[in-house]
């Protein structure tokens, strides 16, 4: 445990014994539910490292919990604002409405970002214009949301480095906090309330994002151990991409955005959450809560480097002792037979092309402005002069609507031939129009079926398509990304922990939905699963006795 944990755990204890002793909680229900959502881990990377992990961390659920080892998304999209809903809500973008981190308006072509609300501002945080942020966007109810109505008492958290890892979880009825880099402080916004609780206001008084300045990120291990990963510097990387890395020697902008990038930003996260549990009550009273805690730091070691890195290992590492510690605190701040741990992520990640290719793998990178030319080039020749192909959106092709009825060109025959251009394309395996990803499924075409599951009509484009495994559509010629429906994008860990209700079974291989996570909660929980989920409640015993 670092210094900053043990001192939120003090206070944690101090607030509990200062309290009345935790009330039952009707039905055998746990008293805290808390999802730990690792953005961008893959599945493989849970299982690469294990041999090196601590002995009360990840290894808590592969011996005294429930692993799935084949937790699948079903959608084409897997991003961080589609996956958190998912997670909350148990429904895909065909019903969460939340179909990417942004998209295109198919009509107007104006940007929207996916929790955008102009009327929404960060509380104490000057917001820029359009900046601000609320879950109106959201479309399905969350298993917080379901818990608020039938209990109010009950109390729906939800933490992250980024407001999409927030507001999907808490949902409308819940409350989300995301760290600001602006600032180094954690704050919500005037959707969920008019100021922060004292228990927030003190935590940025201390200025713990501080702590970290002209740290060092070390490996842990000695350098014989990241044999089975990448080296440092691969021509692949984004900068920055060798260990040791130190922290910048000033508290501003660039500082908060470097610490986030480390497992320092891990730390504040679950420091945040420690003093969420303790500020709230959380698990002390006789309603159940939920706690969301969605830690960013992977995903941005991901991006610039890769899973396959040495830097993207030793993060596992680092992840894990602080999830050992964390859950730790947990198990004497709410009693460990009084709380589940789910831990899943949001998407997985492909592997750096350059990587793919190393290993003989077809792969490559898609300059997206390049192939949006090319599309145009071929729609030309067919329909004559325009800018018929205007943009990429939630992976599809968005048309010029004004232009084809301006020039009496059928819609439906301008997608026919675009998708044509399209699947032509280096590096596209399918291309689908609007009227196919509407339309009636194809039997044996997982593809389609990824696509329909990531298709809201009134958000997605005109042309939906699906690259190639291990080829990237991106305008950076470093790192790597997501956002596939092949299977190292869509498989990732899922988890839980909790012995008066799971069961340690260990490893299950049987193939589940991500959508189910919200199910199961709900039946942990003795409430109805959310009014939208697609999925179903694990089948666990005594899960939910």
């Not at 970002?113 to 945080?125: Q, S, V, W």
């Not at 970290?212 to 089975?228: F, K």
């Not at 792969?363 to 325009?386: E, H, S, T």
Request: net charge neutral; charged share 20%; glycine share 10%.
């Amino acid at each position: 445990m670092t210094r900053f944990g043990a001192v939120l755990l003090a206070a944690a204890l101090a607030a509990c014994a200062t309290s009345q002793p935790p009330a039952a909680v009707s039905g055998g229900k746990p008293r805290l539910v808390v999802v730990i959502v690792v953005d961008g881990l893959p599945e493989r990377q849970v299982v690469d490292y294990r041999d090196q992990l601590s002995p009360d961390g990840l290894e808590r659920f592969f011996t005294r919990g429930a692993w799935f080892t084949e937790a699948h998304y079903g959608y084409a999209t897997t991003e961080t604002a589609p996956g958190h809903a998912t997670i909350a809500t148990g429904a895909y973008p065909h019903r969460s409405g939340i179909v990417s981190n942004q998209w295109l308006d198919p009509v107007s072509g104006a940007l929207m970002y996916c929790y955008a609300d102009p009327g929404a501002t960060y509380i104490g945080d000057r917001t820029a214009p359009n900046e601000g942020t609320s879950p109106r966007n959201l479309l399905a109810e969350g298993v917080g949301d379901v818990l608020r109505r039938v209990d109010e008492r009950s109390k729906v958290i939800a933490i992250s480095g980024k407001d999409r890892g927030a507001i999907g979880p808490a949902g409308k009825r819940g409350t989300a906090y995301v760290f600001r880099e602006e600032t180094g402080e954690f704050a919500s916004t005037t959707y969920y309330m008019k100021e922060h609780p004292k228990w927030v206001a003190d935590f940025n008084a201390a200025r713990p994002a501080q702590r970290y300045i002209g740290a060092e990120w070390r490996p842990l291990l000695d350098d014989a151990a990241y044999a089975r990963s990448l080296p440092d510097q691969r021509k692949w990387y984004e900068p920055g991409g060798k260990l040791p890395r130190k922290l910048p020697p000033a508290a501003n902008h660039d500082y908060y955005e470097a610490m986030m990038e480390t497992p320092f930003g891990d730390d504040l996260l679950l420091g945040f959450a420690r003093a969420a549990v303790a500020g709230e009550q959380l698990g002390r009273d006789g309603s159940p809560d939920i706690l969301f805690v969605s830690l960013s730091t992977h995903d941005y070691v991901n991006h610039g480097y890769g899973a396959e890195s040495r830097l993207s290992h030793d993060h596992v590492l680092y992840l894990d002792r602080e999830l050992q510690d964390f859950f730790n605190d947990l198990d004497v701040a709410i009693g460990r037979e009084h709380y589940v741990a789910v831990l899943t992520a949001d998407h997985g990640f492909a592997p750096a092309p350059e990587h793919s290719q190393s290993l003989g793998r077809d792969a490559g990178r898609i300059n997206p402005g390049q192939m949006l030319a090319r599309v145009n080039a071929g729609l030309v020749k067919r329909f004559g002069p325009g800018r018929w192909a205007v943009a990429f959106s939630a992976g599809a092709l968005v048309l010029n609507r004004p232009l084809a009825q301006a020039r009496k060109v059928a819609l439906a025959d301008l997608a026919d031939e675009a998708r044509n251009l399209i699947a032509a394309e280096p590096g596209i395996a399918k291309a689908y129009t609007r009227a196919q990803a509407e339309g009636p499924g194809r039997p044996g075409d997982a593809m389609l079926e990824a696509v329909r599951k990531s298709w809201y009509p009134q958000r997605s484009a005109d042309v939906a398509f699906v690259l190639k495994p291990y080829w990237l559509l991106g305008s950076h010629a470093a790192g790597t990304t997501h956002g596939s429906p092949h299977r190292y994008d869509t498989n990732v860990p899922l988890m839980l922990y909790g012995p008066a209700w799971i069961p340690a079974v260990g490893r299950i291989d049987q193939p589940v939905e991500m959508s189910d996570v919200a199910p199961t909660i709900a039946k942990l929980l003795g409430i109805p699963a959310p009014a939208q989920s697609e999925g179903k409640a694990l089948a666990l015993e005594p899960l939910g006795r």
